[in-house]
């Protein structure tokens, strides 16, 4: 699809049922009905960044911060073995006490200890650090650049760099990684000609995963009275990505599930393929609001993963088999 085709496909007047099921049969053919389960430890909700649509900003200080020890990562990762997960998703904000030289270690421990596939989403670090993390084992990195409209960009984070996001992005690729990108939907002054910019540098920066969110105000970030994203723009995005990017990994966002109690279902018919239950310890949940009514806040980890096979089970689906690394790619090292 070309800019203009998919700035149709996203406008509110073009019914979207047939980008729909397209997306859904591309998914099937090219993904298969089987579901990619990962188990996401927010493992530091301390930032040294102010992203304004952001609930951990630093310049939050109703959040109650909070670090997991090494002890703590590595018990949730037991519980992603206990659950049959293959892949844990090491996430936190850009925490200076938990730099990529003190998370080496436990991803090394990690590795060794249960064998999983370990997606790190811990923001911009050098050139140098990646190699390492990659080194040390760590198999995939997920960092959205969130929009591709440069001065969008640059209104909703005022201390990154458009450039030196995206060098990221190279450097990630440089050094091994299956590389996860993506961008929030329905930003404040976001318009459908940079949404439809964003689905073709995903195409571009030819990558493995991808992961669209709505956006969703947070009332404690400057953007607290600005307009969300909605389900039906979530959803065509979603689509369109399928369609435009063909066989990369999608997860339905917990964002999505956020904007509607069917949202995760429905992005999963639309062409989603992945899932990205939380196994963060239950007390610290709460402390990781990124927006408000964010799902699972008090679920166990365990009751999360009986809700995901039963999600699963009403839309014919399973869960996939293996690691679930890139369909592009075969792993490197
Ligand atoms: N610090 C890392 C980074 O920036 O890549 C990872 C953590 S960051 C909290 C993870 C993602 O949360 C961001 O990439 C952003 O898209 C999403 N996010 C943050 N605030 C949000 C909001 N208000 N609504 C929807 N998604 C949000
Ligand atoms: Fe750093 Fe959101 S501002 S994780």
């Known amino acids: 699809m070309n800019k203009k085709e998919l700035i149709d496909a996203l406008s509110p007047g073009t019914d979207p049922a047939p980008f729909f099921a397209l997306a859904d049969k591309v998914r099937r053919d090219n993904v298969g009905d089987g579901v990619h389960v990962r188990g996401l430890i927010e493992f530091s909700n301390t930032c040294r960044r102010n992203c304004r649509y952001c609930g951990i900003r630093a310049g939050n200080p109703k959040v109650r911060r909070y670090r997991l020890t090494k002890e703590e990562i590595l018990a949730c990762a037991r519980t992603a073995v206990s659950l049959n997960y293959r892949t844990v998703v090491m996430q936190s904000g850009e925490d200076p006490a938990w730099s ?163 949202g995760r279902q429905r992005a999963l018919q639309c062409g989603a393929n992945v899932l990205m239950p939380n196994i963060s310890p239950v007390e610290h949940r709460v402390d990781y609001s990124l927006y408000p009514g964010k799902i699972c806040v008090s679920d166990a980890a365990d009751k999360c993963a009986g809700c995901v096979d039963a999600m699963l089970k009403s839309l014919g689906r399973t869960r996939a088999e293996g690691y679930g690394h890139s369909l592009k790619n075969a792993p490197k090292g």
Request: proline content about 6%.
């Open 100 to 262: 990529p030289r003190d998370v080496i270690p436990v991803l090394e421990a990690v590795k060794k200890e249960t064998g999983l596939a370990i997606t790190l989403s811990i923001g911009e670090h050098s050139r140098e650090e990646y190699k390492a993390l990659r080194a040390a084992g760590a198999d995939r990195f997920l960092l959205r650049f969130e929009t591709s409209d440069r001065e969008l960009f640059k209104a909703l984070k005022p201390d990154s760099d458009y450039d030196r996001r995206f060098a990221c992005l190279a450097w990630l690729k440089e050094a091994g990684f299956q590389v996860g990108s993506g961008v929030m939907a329905g930003l404040p002054g976001q318009t459908l000609e940079s949404l439809a910019d964003d689905i073709l540098l995903f195409k571009k920066l030819d990558l493995d995963m991808v992961g669209i969110g709505p956006f969703i105000p947070n009332p404690d970030t400057p953007l607290a009275g600005s307009a969300g994203g909605t389900l039906d723009l979530g959803l065509r995005m979603v689509a369109l990505t399928r369609i435009v990017t063909v066989n990369t990994h999608i997860p339905a966002t917990t964002a999505m599930g956020t904007l509607h109690p069917q």
